[in-house]
Structure formats: structure tokens, C-alpha cells
């Protein structure tokens, strides 16, 4: 994953290498080993904006579901990966408009839909996406903007699953658990004193900690972002979006 530091390089113009798009066109030029670990790595992205966006088109729980993994193995079977132009807009813009063609064309003309006819079984746990559906539907979203919400709570939510895996991978898991709430919510009175008694720690060295864990949380926002434009230019614009989502 790119730092932030390296999208605002100019000598960077192959940083788009180590972006999603690079492993969509991955799955579309190996239809064997590469392009299974390729749409496993796209599904786990972005089956999550999808599948809420079908739901909100109305269908129900289990349908949604086949219709999302059907979706992405018939994506990857037709080869629609090998021909696309990076440079041709942001990939959730083009999962959005790729799963509406599907809707329209292919699920319609076809009628009904066979539990497992893709050629890439996908297992898709729709728990948490449930959960998360049901009061933003509540609220009559449009499915568009249902899905660019998801699509950014999504990202958010790998971001503070990379930060967590630091701390582990630091043996400072405790120390993240501790601090990890104040990424979303700020402190209140006599907060940072109670968390420095139980991290053995002084309140000034857990206000400097929180402050490092926000910066850094924003920087693989900003890299988890950065992976799906076409350009660093645009990752500015993506991520002011990504803010306006979620206000």
C-alpha cells in the first residue's frame, strides 16, 4: 500500500502499480490462480457498497446476496478486466455502473437467477451489511447514495482494521484498545486521565498517543483511498467526497 508522502510524489507515476485497479486488470488477463486471489481481494473491498445498493433496489437478503456474487464471477468470466482503462474514473464508479448493466441486462433477460451458476463461488457474510442497511434504508437513501455511504464506511472500516493490526503487529494491542475510541468520538472531561491509570501512562503521553493514532488513521484513509482513483490528483477530491458521505 502506498504512504501518503508517496501520492503526492511527482516521480511517482507508477504508484498506480500497487492500486486495486492493477489487481482488476490482473484478473482480467489470468483466468486461473492470480485472477481468483484477485477478485477475492475486489470482493472483500467491495462486495459490502454493492450488495447494500442491490438490497436498496429491492430485492431481498438471500437474493441480494447470490446477485452480488454472481456479479463479480461474471464480471471476471467475460474478461471485462483486461480491456479497462485506468485512467477512465474512479473504480467505485465503475463497480456501480458495471453492477447496474448487470441488473438490467443480464438478471432481467435471464429471469431468474441459479444459486451458484458463476464460475467463481463466492462466500459472502451479509451479517454486518444487514445490520448496517436496515436504518439507512429506513430513511429512504437513494441507492446511490446508499452505496457511495457504504462504499465509505468500508473504507473507514479496513483503514481501522490496518491501524489495529500495527499495534498487534507492535505488541500494543492493549494500547489501541485503550485509544481506539477516540478516533470517532472526542475526549471528555477526565477521559485521558482514567485511560493513563490503566495504560500506566501520564495524561500527556496518552493525549500525545491519541494524536499520533488519529494522524496515522488518516494516512491509511488516505491510502486506502488512493487505490481506487485513477490519479494522486484526484485523491484530494475522493476523500473531501468521502467526508461528505458520511456527514
Known amino acids: 500500500m502506498p504512504e501518503a508522502s508517496d501520492l503526492d510524489s511527482p516521480e511517482s507515476a507508477d504508484w498506480f502499480k500497487a492500486t486495486h485497479w492493477s489487481v482488476v486488470r490482473a484478473a482480467g488477463n489470468d483466468a486461473t490462480v492470480v485472477a481468483r486471489e484477485a477478485l477475492e481481494k475486489l470482493c472483500l473491498a467491495y462486495w459490502p457498497p454493492l450488495y447494500a445498493y442491490v438490497r436498496r433496489k429491492g430485492h431481498d437478503e438471500h437474493e441480494s446476496q447470490d446477485l452480488t456474487q454472481e456479479f463479480f464471477a461474471r464480471l471476471l468470466a467475460r474478461n471485462d478486466f483486461a480491456t479497462l482503462d485506468p485512467n477512465r474514473g474512479r473504480f467505485r464508479a465503475f463497480l456501480l455502473a458495471a453492477m447496474n448493466h448487470f441488473l438490467a441486462k443480464e438478471w432481467r433477460k435471464a429471469g431468474t437467477l441459479k444459486r451458484g451458476s458463476g464460475e467463481v463461488p463466492l462466500s459472502l457474510d451479509t451479517a454486518v451489511v444487514e445490520h448496517r442497511y436496515h436504518p439507512q434504508a429506513a430513511a429512504n437513501s437513494a441507492p446511490e447514495r446508499l452505496f457511495d455511504?457504504?462504499?465509505?464506511?468500508?473504507?473507514?472500516?479496513?483503514?481501522?482494521?490496518?491501524?489495529?493490526?500495527?499495534?498487534?503487529?507492535?505488541?500494543?494491542?492493549?494500547?489501541?484498545?485503550?485509544?481506539?475510541?477516540f478516533l470517532s468520538t472526542p475526549a471528555g472531561t477526565g477521559d485521558y486521565v482514567t485511560v493513563a491509570g490503566r495504560l500506566q501512562m501520564t495524561e500527556a503521553a496518552v493525549a500525545k498517543s491519541v494524536e499520533r493514532l488519529r494522524r496515522r488513521f488518516r494516512e491509511i484513509v488516505r491510502a486506502e483511498v488512493a487505490q481506487t482513483v485513477a490519479s494522486p490528483a484526484e485523491v484530494d477530491e475522493e476523500m473531501r467526497y468521502l467526508l461528505e458521505v458520511l456527514a
Open 149 to 181: 455511504r457504504q462504499w465509505a464506511e468500508t473504507v473507514l472500516a479496513r483503514a481501522g482494521q490496518l491501524l489495529r493490526n500495527e499495534f498487534v503487529d507492535d505488541g500494543r494491542e492493549a494500547v489501541f484498545r485503550e485509544l481506539n475510541r
